[in-house]
Structure formats: C-alpha cells, structure tokens
C-alpha cells in the first residue's frame, strides 16, 4: 500500500527531478549549536534522514573532533577528512534556481497572478511580493510543489573518490557511533554522507 504522508509524496515525486534528495524539512534542529544552524547542511555533513522528512545531523567529517560544529559528539578514533589537493575543492554554482523559480512535479502548471494587498495588514503572496503572486495547478491525484522566491546556490564536491574511500574505511565506526553511542537505531544503509546540496534563504513546500 502507498504511503501518502505528505513528506513521501513530496520526496518520491520532487526525486525524480534530477535535484538530488528532496528535504520536506530542509531546516536544521533548533537544539543543535548555533554555528551549525547558521548554515545548515553541508558537505560532509553524516547523518539520517528523518521519519517526518528532516535530517538529523549526526556530525561533520571535514571539522575536527572538537569544532563548535560538532559539538554533540564524534565517533571513536575519529580523524577528519582532507578536502583534498585541490585548492578549490567545492564546485559552486549561484543561481542554479533562478529567483522566483520553481521546482515541480510532472503535470504540474505554473501561472502568475496578481494579488490584492491589504491597507491593514500589507498582506503579500509568500512566492511573490509587490502585487503578485503564483498560483500551482494540476489534474493529478498527487503533485509536489518547491518554490524558491530567492533562488539557490549549488555546492558540490570535485572529488567524490575520497569522500567514497573515507566512507567505507570508518563506515563501521560511524553506525556503532550512531547506534551504541546515539541510540539511532540506524539500520545498515541509512547513514548518508553529503556530497551535494542546494542552499536557499527561502522557500515553500507543497
């Protein structure tokens, strides 16, 4: 039977655009330091991904073992991770998501609209702003919608041989972590690394 939690759709349906692992929610645990919830998800973030569409950041393995980022903790005889020689090792791309762009499921249309401003209230559209708005329509049963009213920054990872080697050398130590230390109750293949991410100032899921 299909799970129609709303998380689910939205990450089965928004996957299949090519844009990587679709977070329902992108933003980082409130309880987590404030230098790591200054830039959220990063590359070389390990962690899980959540049962209600999150992720749950376990620890980084770029920073050292006592870097205010990883603040919760490390696994045993953890030793961080060289980004490499290279002295540009992340690839950035501003504006891979134009402003006002979006990202959608297939049969999913976009139009805009103008919307009306309240004198009480100065009520404005929250994927829009100075009078206008957009408006998502589609005739399937199910859809999924990521508005970006700012656009988005794509950071990614030249190398992705080393973050491989790194993961298969100390991936036992990081479930035994996870689970004996944590208590995640991680199953085998649940810990993901971050390679990748898509970084925005704001957005809207639907």
């Known amino acids: 039977m299909s799970d129609h939690r709303a998380h689910v759709v939205y990450r089965r349906l928004l996957s299949r655009t090519g844009h990587g692992y679709p977070l ?6 409130e309880n987590l330091p404030d230098v790591y919830r200054k830039d959220g998800i990063t590359i070389g973030d390990v962690g899980l991904l959540t049962e209600d569409g999150g992720f749950d ?3 980084n393995v770029h920073a ?3 870097d205010p980022v990883n603040g919760g903790g490390v696994p045993l005889d953890f030793h961080p991770l060289s980004a490499s020689n290279d002295p540009h ?5 501003s504006f891979i998501h134009k402003e006002q762009s979006s990202i959608t499921s297939v049969h999913v249309t976009k139009k805009s609209i103008a919307m009306e401003a309240s004198a009480d209230t100065g009520y404005r559209s929250m994927f829009g702003g100075g009078g206008f708005g957009f408006q998502f329509s ?3 049963a199910r859809a999924a919608v990521l508005m970006l009213p700012d656009g988005a ?3 990614v990872a030249k190398n992705r041989s080393i973050y491989e080697k790194y993961a298969s050398e100390n991936g036992i130590a990081w ?3 996870a689970n004996g230390t944590l208590g995640r109750g991680a199953p085998n293949g649940s810990l993901y690394l971050v390679t990748g991410c898509d970084k925005c100032r704001s957005w809207g899921t639907a």
């Open 57 to 59: 950041f376990l620890f």
């Open 175 to 177: 479930y035994q972590y």
């Open 89 to 93: 090792p992340i690839r950035k791309t």
């Open 153 to 155: 920054h794509r950071y």
């Open 64 to 66: 050292s073992a006592n």
């Open 24 to 29: 329902w929610i992108p933003d980082p645990d």
């Open 138 to 140: 589609t005739k399937k």
